[in-house]
């Protein structure tokens, strides 16, 4: 009896789970009830991945919408539109710019969300962070070596017709350190500025021990100067409530408030849930990478073009190669590898064709640096898919190859004779368009002869390939984000030997090691061009400085461009809101609307009808 | 001591040969990680990302000394040797402070939700874990004994429709089967939801709406696994039964004309041993395996958090996971050996119970 009894409950609990949730249903279609009505609630996707660990601006990596170049809590002096290649106005406006100095005027109507006005003197601490405490977060602690002093003086206010005072600040370009003022206007948008009343006592409290304040979450109503505050968070998602008395809806945005009430961002566990969730509409925009998305527009899904490449191009996914490695560090080799390459395939089969025609050389023919690339040297100097070109070079270099019967390679031998080492190409397992990238790469350069392999590591593994330049080649995506210091960033990244160390030692930019100060190539031009691009302020005479620099990649090849991809992945739904930004209505650069000068579409989104 | 006590003596030394395989589980669970070549804090650098050399050589001390990885002199500061490199604290240093800070109940600081501590990252997440796990596993384990010992004893039609369909359900792979779920029911028809643990517009609350929205998120992560483990749990116990139909004593006890249910209850009762332990090994790796039902259905859950610690070598993660996975294995193993010890008269015998 008592085995029947245990086996009907048994039955019975089973089908009261079912009958449970399916009641849950029905009840929340009766009611309709939600937390947040989807209405007036935003859903976004793929900037937050794991639990969310802290809402501290002065961390390492705090989470969404603290991280990043996120304007919804925290804000900028000024945002950068990747479209049009302006700063754009936020606590700042007026920018000015000279080899020196760089200048801005704060916006006298900027306030805190405690009812507290926005001073330079929030924004003197907040760049002098990296100066007065130790272990500050690398956007602020990078500050030192950039700006030598910040002063701020007294003006008669533009925006009122100079009939109030404003402050007007000077970021003093730091001379002696890195010379730079491309990186202080990055920094214009890099350095988010923080409440000094709210921050310097808890400082204070805490003895001024930064890493005791690093532990503060600042999760409970936080005093901030954005459009949003953080609601509520779990590990499921985080949520934000709009202000209705943020100071930039009247200063800014012709007195009206952002569309969305609430702003959500779930946190799914794999990539294909966002996928479906936007599919559905229950998300509305997401930055995460979807296979063949032509697919989705029947399911109101967009993209900023309606056909291909339906993204536009902002970074370059690329191979580094190590320089202190045989065979890579011979010319002809290099140049060989990047003619081996089948650049229309990889676009087609690894990325979905989510990236125009790539062109040689380490600037991209598209967008804001289009007018520094010239066709003239691409085809003069630059690598093209040529197989045949390809097997001339390692030929009169004298590498020989030996095939099977079959095609398949054998071995490959140098000028000496000796067997060339199997290379191998670094990259993280389990990243699906890249590992489709390499194997695309590896395919090809195999069947002009090279010997080379995939090399998939744990992303542990890679992470320490990298700095230490562990590696025969590696893939990597350099400074993806759309910055005003780009395309000399990007060049500086991959060719400065500012920092050169043998391998084994850390470098955090040209990880390739090319271009050895000491070594008997060394290429003084290469050098010398990075430190002068930042301080020429003429046009004609910056083109001519940036197509030099290109044409010596071009010649040295000291990494291979795969293909062009978006700075960030722009794919929204029209399911709830509508009037995205798009090719057709570019009001807004294509970037999820809170991200840099992508906030400005919140308040232009429209409920769908 | 125990000589009159024999069954206070069976739980006292199984209880001791557990608590040692606790403690030889739990140094290999703290050295495994810290064998292999990646290091945390070059993770976190390449993730704090700068341009600064300054500011990262800061960074790779401050974190060095936070997580006790690095030997520091007198006055706090990195100790660096000939080469310039931190000096690293030994492992067995390192395991030294771990076991101190374990006892006091302190699992550390992750470094990669830093400064979230571990404590804290598993008690929001095993809860989803358990609830989804424990009850798929305890009742599919009992609905899939009783109908494994039903065909075996019954036979007919009901095992010829019963059994194939088990043995399907048992061999399709866990994870392909909830993807099937989640395309079939939650894209195509979409009758369930395909994401998350509860509705993406509510904040979690004691309220009925909110607990009809975990229900109904529920069903599909339970199904895929109600459906698998129950297929798996009948074949076993079926071809348990048929064995034992073919012995005397239930031979035997049919001659006499015992009624059916009493002589299925006898033999329910011996097949039943090794699927206890068959129970008791799924409740160990409860914990270990919700990855994949968390990831295709993105419940919340225990598994991610395993995987991304594991990931970036985030050592004091996987030493609070482990050790989750090692007392909830050994627990289950226990409790299981105890029950035998009643349930078996052999294992009774061996221990001079009359």
């Not at chain 1, 000077?170 to 409440?195: E, G, M, S, T």
Request: glycine share 8%; with cysteine; net charge positive.
């Amino acid at each position: 009896m008592l085995f029947r009894n245990v086996f009907k409950i048994t039955v019975l609990c089973v089908l009261c789970i079912v009958g449970l949730g399916c009641n849950g249903k029905k009840q929340q279609a009766q009611n309709g009830a939600t937390d947040f009505p989807r209405e007036k609630t935003i859903y976004l996707g793929g900037d937050q991945w794991g639990e969310p660990n802290t809402f501290n601006p002065l961390c390492d990596w705090p989470a969404w919408p603290v991280h990043g170049k996120t304007d919804l809590l925290y804000e900028p002096l000024m945002v950068f539109n990747s479209l049009t290649g302006d700063m754009e106005p936020l606590l700042a406006h007026s920018l000015e710019k000279t080899p020196d100095v760089i200048s801005v005027i704060l916006n006298s109507r900027a306030k805190w969300s405690d009812g507290v006005p926005l001073t330079a003197e929030d924004v003197v601490f907040s760049y002098e962070i990296g100066k007065n405490y130790k272990n500050a977060p690398m956007n602020y602690a990078a500050v030192v070596d950039f700006v030598s002093d910040v002063t701020v003086e007294k003006v008669p206010d533009p925006l009122t017709g100079g009939k109030t005072q404003a402050e007007k600040i000077h970021f003093v370009v730091n001379k002696k350190a890195r010379n730079n003022p491309l990186i202080v206007l990055d920094q214009l948008q890099d350095v988010r500025i923080l409440p000094k009343h709210s921050i310097e006592p808890m400082l204070q409290k805490l003895n001024n021990d930064f890493t005791a304040f690093q532990k503060e979450k600042l999760d409970k109503d936080p005093v901030v100067s954005g459009p949003y505050n953080l609601d509520s968070y779990s590990s499921e998602k985080i949520v934000l409530k709009r202000r209705d008395d943020y100071w930039g809806n009247v200063a800014l945005r012709g007195n009206r408030k952002p569309a969305p009430e609430y702003f959500i961002h779930p946190i799914y566990k794999s990539n294909d849930h966002f996928s479906v969730a936007l599919q559905q509409g229950n998300l509305d925009v997401s930055m995460t990478y979807i296979p063949r998305i032509w697919m989705k527009a029947k399911d109101n899904v967009g993209t900023w073009y309606k056909r291909a490449p339906y993204f536009v191009p902002g970074c370059m996914p690329l191979m580094l190669i190590n320089f202190t490695r045989y065979p890579l560090s011979d010319k002809n080799f290099r140049l060989a590898m990047a003619s081996a390459i089948n650049y229309t395939e990889i676009k087609d089969l690894a990325i979905s064709g989510y990236t125009p025609e790539i062109k040689p050389g380490l600037i991209m023919p598209y967008g804001i640096e289009k007018k520094f690339f010239s066709d003239e040297d691409a085809q003069k100097y630059g690598a093209h898919f040529d197989t045949v070109a390809a097997k001339r070079l390692l030929r009169e270099a004298g590498f020989k190859s030996i095939f099977d019967k079959d095609g398949n390679l054998v071995q490959m031998t140098d000028a000496k004779g000796k067997k060339v080492p199997t290379l191998l190409i670094t990259s993280p397992a389990g990243w699906s368009d890249w590992e489709a990238m390499v194997k695309i790469a590896v395919k090809d350069m195999r069947a002009v002869g090279i010997d080379i392999r995939e090399g998939f590591v744990d992303a542990s593994l890679y992470w320490q390939a990298l700095p230490f330049g562990k590696f025969d080649l590696l893939m990597y995506k350099p400074l993806p984000e759309a910055t005003p210091s780009k395309p000399w960033s990007q060049l500086d990244h991959i060719m400065s030997s500012r920092n050169w160390k043998p391998e084994g030692e850390r470098m955090n930019e040209n990880q390739g090691r090319y271009n050895n100060p000491k070594g008997k190539n060394y290429n003084r031009a290469v050098d010398s061009l990075l430190l002068a691009i930042p301080h020429i302020m003429d046009d004609a005479e910056l083109i001519k400085a940036y197509r030099a620099l290109n044409v010596i990649f071009m010649q040295d090849q000291p990494a291979l461009p795969l293909a062009y991809l978006p700075e960030q992945f722009y794919e929204f739904s029209t399911k709830h809101w509508t009037n995205w930004a798009t090719e057709d209505n570019p009001y807004a650069p294509p970037q999820p609307p809170f991200y840099a000068a992508g906030i400005k579409m919140l308040w232009e989104l429209k409920r769908a009808k | 001591m125990f000589r009159n006590h024999p069954t206070a003596r069976y739980i006292l030394t199984r209880g001791g040969w557990y608590f040692l395989t606790f403690l030889v589980a739990v140094t290999i669970n703290f050295f495994l990680p810290r064998l292999g070549p990646s290091n945390p804090v070059d993770i976190i650098l390449a993730k704090a990302g700068g341009v600064s050399d300054n500011a990262t050589r800061q960074k790779e001390e401050s974190y060095l000394k936070e997580f006790g990885l690095a030997e520091v002199d007198k006055s706090g500061n990195v100790l660096r040797d000939a080469k310039d490199a931190p000096v690293r604290t030994s492992a067995w240093k390192q395991f030294g402070n771990y076991i101190f800070m374990s006892l006091k109940g302190d699992l550390g600081t992750s470094f990669m939700s830093y400064p979230k501590k571990v404590t804290e990252i598993i008690k929001t997440a095993v809860p989803w874990t358990i609830a989804l796990q424990l009850p798929a596993i305890l009742l599919a384990w009992i609905v899939g004994n009783v109908l494994g010992a039903l065909a075996a004893y019954r036979r007919g039609i009901f095992d010829k429709v019963f059994f194939p369909l088990a043995l399907g359900a048992n061999s399709i792979p866990f994870f392909a089967f909830g993807m099937l779920l989640v395309y079939l029911l939650g894209i195509l028809w979409p009758i369930f939801p395909a994401v998350g643990g509860y509705d993406g517009g509510l904040n979690p609350s004691f309220s009925l709406i909110f607990f009809g929205s975990v229900m109904y998120h529920y069903i599909l992560p339970f199904m895929s696994l109600f459906i698998i483990f129950t297929g798996g749990q009948a074949i076993g116990m079926r071809s348990m039964c048929i064995y034992e139909l073919g012995t005397d004593y239930v031979k035997y006890a049919k001659w006499l004309g015992i009624s059916e249910s009493k002589v299925l209850f006898y033999m329910f009762r011996n097949a039943m041993l090794p699927q206890l332990t068959g129970l008791a090994l799924s409740l160990g790796v409860m914990i270990g395996g919700a990855l994949i039902t968390e990831m295709i259905f993105s419940y919340p859950g225990i598994g991610m958090a395993v995987l991304s610690a594991i990931q970036n070598n985030d050592y004091p993660l996987i030493q609070g996971c482990t050790l989750l996975i090692t007392v909830s294995v050994l627990i289950a193993n226990f409790t299981v050996d105890i029950l035998i010890g009643f349930l078996d008269p052999r294992v009774k015998a061996g221990r001079g119970v009359k």
